[in-house]
């Protein structure tokens, strides 16, 4: 009853039409966040450029591919822009958007991840994206951090910061964005969460509840439904984006310049390419972007961006208990209420783990 | 109407009934070929030795998982036996055998990926297996090799060894089961074979035509209908499974023995990481073993012991023209002939690959 309930609501007329130059505006948006946070990232790094790769898309449209290999900071990192359009929607995207069935579709977006070579800085995820395919539109986007080991002053941080982008737009958007994030990334095989989450969000046309995801049974569903029907429009929505993309720096920078020079042995960096492992696992066994990508003649390169450049798998491991490993997996590969939750520092302080 | 056609001969009833200890003989026939494979291979290691895990599974059955790490040979290897009982087979195999529907079922089988260290030695991966649900059973399996410098040579003795432990039950089956494992080890994505193929089957109940699998355009269909109908007895399918097995020893270990001390640099050692790669992506994103034990409550750590224990990945990489790691692509990552096929000399002669 409640799920039909859901998908009735979801479904119905976004409430906002959008301007005139909407795609003019999201690929505008999308190429500067690209720009910003490329330099902002070449800044930090110091010695690492972006090299920069354009491509068509023989269907139409094309992108720009940015790498960053061997940085003094980043061992290898990928910062894409991509604008495609097609005839028709993919049946996945179909299923949440059947008003965009028969339509031409159109797609604009950014996405980048980082794999930081110190095993002290966090890998981190960004994503945001634009569609319009006939008679729908919708924003969709989020940023997600992956810790090798467990500092809960930057978990917070990253949250702090995410949240405050998100509330400047809508207070009520955290409360669903941060719980779709944590099921979005996660690792069923595992029963791990990919890291220790941020925001997540898609299909976010203004209208309706704001959980437009597939699992109905989930923590975000409920807070959406608790939440009710939510009225937001396209400039709204466009400004999420642009604050939550803008966020990012301010998110992850600090947390690089405040342990980049802090020194790792040999321990440390092969527990980090043993959990990049996961990232791999989660990447090509569960988000559907990058499997849709791949079965669907996506551009092979760019999508794998994601991978990190060193990784190790090892039959049975298990960290010894009680330490940082183990703690790792234990309380940050869990969804946790980092902003609220004041026994988190309990759980950590024996281990060097809350700063 | 050519697909419904061999659709309809394929789910007909098995000509053959099962012995009284079908179950029986299929477990102690795929037991015994993981203690003599294991054996051969520490034989040939000299240094590393199998660790042993048995394992329950809380739905039904069980198994002992084995695993070599550092040997003096294999970075890392892992052996499998498994045997597992369940009420309803998944969707996925059920669409291939309707009969099977409604009836509890039963497994057995071994599975091996071994992953060398020195990168002119070949990883290999090997499993074979029995089914029963109800009415129906079947065997399926196969060997399958990946190197990573082309030698031509050991692909032809590898071919060879396999070609001939399938002709010693019937001689039509290889040319069925050859292009089978070509198709199913196939990245898409890369549009590259996963290496140099072997032998793969799958449903093999005796009846109908030799080719049962989902691709009904392929090569492997059209052979197998040029072959028509065979008539093959429960005995024989166990003595394919047997005689191919037991090729295994004798179709990789005079590879291993060959080229184990041939001198490599670091050159070799980053190519063979970086196709590791290429591994993890067809375990992780194409092959339906992997995927289904993953989304379904599998045991973890047995099923990613295929994975390779170090890996990379490298943004846009490509080989030189004419070195040996771009004819590694370029001719033993496509399907071939490697066994009548004698211009393969020719493309292969100016660059040390024949032998």
Redesign the interface.
């Known amino acids: 009853m409640e799920d039909s309930k859901t998908q009735e609501i979801s479904i119905q007329k976004p409430l906002s039409m959008p301007p005139a130059d909407s795609r003019q505006q999201a690929r505008t948006l999308v190429m500067k966040l690209q720009d910003d946070i490329c330099a902002g990232l070449e800044l930090t790094d110091g010695l690492g450029k972006f090299k920069e ?1 354009s491509w068509d898309r023989p269907e139409g449209g094309g992108g720009r ?1 940015r ?1 960053m ?1 061997e940085g003094e900071i980043f061992e ?1 990192g ?1 910062v894409n822009f991509s604008e495609v359009e097609g005839t028709e929607l993919p049946p996945s995207i179909l299923n949440q958007r059947p008003e965009a069935k028969g339509h031409s579709w159109f797609a604009t977006g950014t996405s980048m991840v980082l794999h930081p070579r110190n095993p002290y800085l966090p890998t981190v995820h960004l994503n945001y994206r634009y569609f319009e395919a006939g008679p729908v539109w919708w924003f969709g986007g989020g940023a997600d951090l992956t810790p090798y080991y467990p500092f809960l002053e930057d978990a917070r941080h990253f949250h702090k910061t995410h949240k405050a982008a998100c509330d400047s737009i809508n207070p009520e958007f955290h409360k669903v964005f941060k719980p779709w994030c944590d099921e979005y990334f996660y690792l ?3 029963k791990e969460t990919r890291g220790i989450g941020g925001i997540f969000y898609d299909y976010q046309d203004g209208s309706g509840l704001l959980y437009k995801g597939q699992n109905q049974n989930g923590n975000a569903a409920k807070i959406s439904q608790d939440i009710g029907k939510q009225s937001t429009s396209w400039d709204q929505l466009y400004s999420l984006a642009k604050s939550c993309g803008e966020a990012f720096l301010p998110a992850y920078i600090p947390i690089i310049k405040k342990r980049k020079n802090q020194p790792y042995g040999e321990k440390e960096r092969q527990f980090q ?1 043993y959990r990049r ?1 996961r990232y ?2 989660f990447n ?2 569960w988000d559907r972007g990058t ?1 849709f990508g ?2 669907t ?2 551009r ?2 760019s999508i ?2 994601s ?10 491991y298990k960290p010894p208990e009680n330490s940082r490993e183990s703690l790792l997996t234990k309380v940050f590969n869990r969804p946790q209420d980092w902003l609220g939750d004041k026994t988190l520092e309990k759980k950590l302080e024996s281990h060097n783990a809350i700063d």
């Not at 991978?307 to 049975?316: D, K």
């Open positions: 790769e591919s790498v290999s290898q990928g069923k095989h595992r390419l492992g791999v696992e090509l066994v499997i791949l079965q003649n996506g092979t390169e794998l961006m991978l990190p450049p060193l990784v190790r798998w090892e039959y049975g």
